[in-house]
């Protein structure tokens, strides 16, 4: 599939674009010029060799800041992919195959989770078990969980109907055997275009929990956080919100592209695409005429 997805335009796209914010995660508070939490007396200064995007309201460099607090948005929104994979993803496949009175309850506590906010909910918690990201993360991935619960429940339903799965469950294979023999990989590439969305979705609800301040004790930076801040000084910085924006933004994009290049190579679509390329692979080749005797 990995192959599938890179052979698309889209693909690389999307797979460059994510590797450069994993790296701005992974060496981005390295990579700051200065200290993203020093404040200074040069206020709302301007854009200039000092400070590449200029300083915000308490000097700090806004250029460290977004670099800093790339690492949070970007594991932050892994921890809500993650939770709501494992959370919704298992019981999901082991609805199908766990009995009547396990399908039913975990039927109930997705829609239980579906009609909850999630926003509210994540506040709710955080007044509780105190303000941190990985307890807001956690949470609202939980409350995502029932997209993944759904997408799995489809996946293995249609594969438990083949007469392959059937003929294993008739002849005495056990539950974990058959997922892992026959299910998992006809429910793997659903549940990964879910996973690139559900990754994108997370940026946006870290962002917006950043910009609400929960989920983060300041001064600590982050993508939201930096907007935020920014919104407060328009009129001396109109161009301040642009970069931790479009940081999102792009993001964000790059999760949906990805997702739709795992849908278009995946099931009957991927294969009759790559039908499509052989076909040309072949019909381009140069034909050898005459040969050696």
Not at 196 to 203: D, E, K
Request: charged share 10%.
């Amino acid at each position: 599939m990995v192959r599938r997805v890179l052979a698309l335009t889209s693909g690389r796209i999307a797979v460059a674009i994510l590797v450069l914010i994993a790296l701005l995660a992974v060496c981005g508070p390295w990579l700051a010029p200065q200290d993203p939490l020093a404040t200074s007396d040069n206020t709302l200064a301007s854009a200039s060799g000092a400070h590449w995007l200029g300083t915000d309201h308490l000097g700090r460099d806004v250029f460290s800041r977004l670099l800093d607090g790339s690492r949070i948005s970007v594991l932050g929104s892994l921890e809500v992919a993650l939770t709501a994979l494992v959370v919704g993803a298992v019981p999901g496949i082991l609805s199908v195959y766990s009995g009547r009175a396990f399908e039913w309850l975990t039927l109930r506590l997705a829609d239980t989770l579906v009609a909850l906010p999630f926003l509210l909910f994540a506040i709710a918690v955080i007044a509780l078990l105190g303000n941190g990201i990985t307890q807001a993360m956690l949470v609202t991935g939980a409350l995502v969980s029932p997209l993944f619960y759904r997408v799995s429940r489809a996946a293995t339903l249609a594969v438990a109907r083949s007469p392959y799965v059937e003929a294993a469950v008739i002849s005495g294979a056990s539950v974990g055997w058959i997922v892992r023999r026959h299910v998992w990989v006809k429910v793997l590439p659903p549940i990964a275009v879910a996973l690139a969305q559900t990754i994108g979705t997370g940026f946006v609800i870290v962002s917006s929990l950043t910009f609400l301040g929960i989920g983060v004790q300041p001064p600590a930076p982050t993508w939201g956080g930096l907007l935020a801040s920014d919104l407060g000084y328009l009129s001396h910085q109109p161009w301040a919100p642009v970069a931790p924006a479009l940081l999102i933004m792009v993001t964000v994009w790059a999760c949906n592209l990805l997702a739709d290049a795992i849908r278009d190579v995946s099931g009957e679509a991927g294969r009759a695409l790559a039908g499509r390329r052989a076909v040309r692979t072949r019909t381009s080749t140069p034909v050898p005429v005459g040969g050696s005797r």
